[in-house]
């Protein structure tokens, strides 16, 4: 006879932290001979320093700093690795003020550049936060937008907007005279509520869109190719909404209503990690997503109020 002890209230809690433990240290998918693991997250609900109420973009800064659109609050966050934060901003539509941050993006210079949804404008900042300029209004003309969502920078200083609901992206300059391209529909190069921008080392404008659940990967006149079809299968998005891009090109996706993040080459090979939940790793409607140049990745956990930030590592450094 085979006698069995009873693990005890205490015994049974150790073990399940020892597990927990394993978990958040133990890499995630792979892609292309790299993983990630997590590293450490900050945050939680409220509107004190370091924080968050509904955040909903996320970008590097210089020297890693982790620049946060905190939504809910109407201000931006500047917060090192460590959760130290301080904040800009406050609510109203006065320059300098914000309604509803919806994206966030940082220059070669330092300079922050803002973009609200319920405002329809961009603002740019230094990086301390002083106000500099804006440009917007509400419209469906070249330079108006219609619920903008994210945006980006290029390395030639063009600020890219993604224009939600006039369906096209824009490229516009510092003072706000833009060129678009798109349009409403499903073909290649149209767009359905258009979340989010970004720009490969070659130039290529890639665009989140969100509502036909794909990536497009367009030319400055609006040539593109496109990826992904609505599902949770790998490559397979349930609104997709911000987008990064790593040194190796690798498209990086706030996979939101699926839970995760994928990473994916630009011909739609992807791998993914996270799942639901509260635990290390596990998210909450993750609607931003940022890689530094280390491939380093943070992530904007919505309704978990929180920031996860994931380290890189090798392959070969995962045994």
């Given at each position: 006879m085979v006698h069995c002890r009873r693990t005890s209230t205490t015994e049974l809690a150790v073990l399940l932290a020892t597990l927990a433990s394993v978990v958040a240290a133990s890499p995630l998918n792979a892609v292309q001979g790299v993983s990630w693991v997590f590293e450490r997250e900050f945050g939680t609900e409220g509107s004190q320093?370091?924080?968050?109420?509904?955040?909903?973009?996320?970008?590097?800064?210089?020297?890693?700093?982790?620049?946060?659109?905190?939504?809910?609050?109407?201000?931006?966050?500047?917060?090192?690795?460590?959760?130290?934060?301080?904040?800009?901003?406050?609510?109203?539509?006065?320059?300098?003020?914000?309604?509803?941050?919806?994206?966030?993006?940082?220059?070669?210079?330092?300079?922050?550049?803002?973009?609200?949804?319920?405002?329809?404008?961009?603002?740019?900042?230094?990086?301390?936060?002083?106000?500099?300029?804006t440009f917007g209004t509400?419209?469906?003309?070249?330079?108006q937008f219609r619920t903008p969502g994210g945006?980006?920078?290029?390395?030639?200083?063009?600020?890219?907007?993604?224009?939600?609901?006039?369906?096209r992206v824009q490229i516009c300059t510092y003072v706000g005279k833009c060129t678009a391209?798109?349009?409403?529909?499903?073909?290649?190069?149209?767009?359905?509520?258009?979340?989010?921008?970004?720009?490969?080392?070659?130039?290529?404008?890639?665009?989140?869109?969100?509502?036909?659940?794909?990536?497009?990967?367009?030319?400055?006149?609006?040539?593109?190719?496109?990826?992904?079809?609505?599902?949770?299968?790998?490559?397979?998005?349930?609104s997709p909404s911000e987008i990064d891009i790593d040194a190796d090109d690798r498209i990086v996706i706030?996979?939101?209503?699926?839970?995760?993040?994928?990473?994916?080459d630009q011909n739609g090979s992807c791998q993914a990690f996270g799942s639901y939940g509260t635990g290390p790793g596990q998210f909450n409607t993750p609607p931003a997503v940022a890689v530094d140049d280390d491939g380093t990745i943070v992530v904007a956990d919505r309704d978990n109020s929180r920031i996860q930030l994931f380290r890189q590592i090798p392959d070969r450094e995962r045994f």
């Open positions: 320093s370091g924080q968050f109420i509904t955040p909903r973009a996320i970008a590097f800064g210089h020297d890693g700093q982790v620049v946060i659109a905190d939504s809910g609050n109407d201000r931006i966050q500047l917060c090192d690795q460590q959760g130290r934060c301080t904040a800009f901003g406050s609510q109203g539509e006065e320059p300098g003020e914000f309604v509803n941050p919806h994206g966030v993006a940082v220059d070669s210079r330092g300079r922050v550049i803002t973009v609200e949804t319920y405002t329809n404008r961009v603002q740019i900042f230094d990086a301390e936060g002083e106000f500099l300029a509400w419209g469906e003309e070249v330079g945006l980006t920078v290029d390395g030639e200083e063009w600020i890219i907007v993604a224009d939600e609901n006039n369906h391209f798109g349009g409403p529909g499903t073909a290649a190069g149209q767009f359905n509520v258009p979340r989010d921008v970004a720009v490969d080392s070659q130039g290529r404008i890639v665009v989140s869109d969100r509502e036909n659940h794909r990536i497009q990967i367009c030319d400055r006149e609006g040539l593109c190719t496109t990826f992904g079809s609505y599902g949770t299968g790998l490559g397979q998005f349930s706030a996979d939101r209503d699926n839970h995760r993040i994928q990473v994916c």
